[in-house]
């Protein structure tokens, strides 16, 4: 059995290491992604002095004190954006949410800084090593590779029971009651959670079955097939989110791709939202279609209608202080009802002004995925563009009902800034070039993007 305080602390010089590696977005991809999927969940490192630290932080500290000490030319061209001024701000709002509710400075800053060393370190690293297409593509590349690997320690779970994280690390992260389903086991690995792992294999699914088909054919012998693993892990995730999110980005880049509309990656968090308001405001359009569901699965059912309750039980407190929240550290949740709704969390804790600028950067990421496409039509490169648009856009509707802040939509806004700043400075072609061959450089001065 490993310590799994001692796990987490000992991937910041692992970390480290794989930054060594000449190609900067290869030791990224493999010091995050290995955090993802064989760290402890569930467990933070309480050192006195410093914030907690999570996995996602040990990952994100690694990396970007890799990236200052190895990849000097990557720091010295990272260009700060305006865009990286939300991250601050929400930082500071925590703070002043903590001040206005009375409970002091200290309360605020502790917030702040675990949120910054969560998130902050791993964008930051994200921004200076993930800031071309290539860069980008190796990290998305990887990510199915991943799941592929995962897929058996998946199915192993299903079958026998998720019990992997308990024998690595002496203990289970979530309640194991809510994992048997229909005579088997929802599997989750070293995930937080069966629908953490689920939207994980539903991305990986995606992108190799559509973005990703011909280059992965291109690296691996059969590479065109490899999409059944991760497919095969989320049918075996027995989880309803995450087959909606599939199908939901599956159809999305099919859209993107044939029709070109690119207004509709707007439309899916604006149907989600309106959904919440409907809710908000007491109805509830669901109310006949869940009483006939009931006779089919009644688990699932109730599993909704827990969530509309917990908007019905959130609104009323939330109302209470409406602006700036009831305070971050170590609330967010009423203690009655759970909730893994990102709005309703940070509507709670850090009110609408703390809320409002958590949902600006996601759907300022979203808009500058819109304005890459209609830059980038006809470039080799048009495909990443489809693939983050709808994945945001995704991620930003189910943030209504769920957590989806997934360490990949963190790299995936960080890789969207920094390819919009090479565009806005000239220093990467967005248009087709039509006597452009395969492996010719498309791009002009000192950065390519190989077509």
Avoid at 174 to 179: K, Y
Avoid at 328 to 336: F, I, N, Q, V
Wanted: glycine residues 8%.
């Amino acid at each position: 059995m490993i310590q799994p305080e001692l796990a987490i602390l000992l991937w910041i010089p692992i970390a480290l290491a794989l930054m060594l590696d000449q190609n900067a977005a290869r030791g990224f991809t493999i010091a995050v992604l290995g955090a993802m999927l064989l760290l402890p969940s569930g467990v933070t490192v309480d050192i006195v002095g410093i914030p907690d630290l999570t996995k996602t932080g040990a990952a994100g500290v690694g990396v970007l004190v890799g990236a200052l000490l190895f990849h000097a030319r990557l720091v010295l061209q990272f260009r700060p954006r305006w865009f990286d001024g939300f991250m601050i701000a929400m930082l500071g709002s925590m703070i002043f949410t903590s001040w206005n509710n009375g409970l002091g400075i200290y309360d605020g800053v502790s917030a702040s800084t675990f949120e910054a060393l969560d998130v902050l370190t791993l964008w930051l690293a994200a921004r200076i090593v993930l800031y071309r297409p290539e860069s980008l593509k190796t990290f998305l590349i990887g990510l199915v590779v991943a799941a592929v690997v995962y897929t058996p320690l998946v199915a192993w779970e299903w079958r026998m029971s998720p019990q992997i994280h308990s024998t690595l690390y002496g203990e289970f992260q979530h309640q194991f009651a809510q994992f048997h389903r229909w005579g088997f086991f929802r599997p989750v690995v070293c995930f937080p959670h069966a629908l953490d792992l689920g939207r994980f294999m539903a991305l990986a699914a995606f992108l190799a079955a559509l973005p990703l088909r011909k280059d992965l054919g291109r690296l691996i012998p059969g590479g065109q097939f490899v999409f059944v693993a991760p497919l095969l892990s989320l049918m075996l995730s027995m989880s309803l989110g995450p087959y909606v999110l599939f199908a939901a980005l599956c159809a999305g880049f099919a859209v993107l791709r044939y029709q070109r509309l690119r207004w509709t990656v707007y439309a899916v968090p604006v149907a989600a939202v309106g959904l919440v308001a409907v809710l908000s405001a007491g109805a509830n359009p669901y109310a006949r279609i869940l009483d006939g569901a009931r006779a089919i699965d009644s688990d699932r059912v109730d599993s909704f209608q827990y969530r509309i309750d917990a908007l019905e039980e959130y609104q009323s407190v939330i109302s209470e202080r409406l602006w700036f929240g009831h305070g971050g550290w170590s609330r967010g949740r009423l203690s009655h009802r759970a909730t893994d709704a990102d709005l309703l969390i940070r509507m709670l804790k850090f009110g609408a002004v703390g809320a409002g600028l958590y949902f600006a950067w996601w759907g300022l990421a979203l808009s500058y995925t819109a304005m890459l496409l209609r830059r980038i039509e006809g470039a080799p490169f048009e495909r990443i563009a489809r693939t983050l648009a709808i994945t945001l856009a995704t991620g930003l509707a189910i943030s209504t009902i769920d957590r989806a802040l997934d360490p990949h939509i963190v790299v995936a806004v960080s890789a969207i800034v920094g390819i919009d700043g090479l565009l806005r400075r000239g220093r990467l072609t967005g248009k087709h070039q039509p006597h452009s061959r395969p492996g010719q450089p498309i791009t002009t001065r000192s950065d390519t993007v190989t077509a």
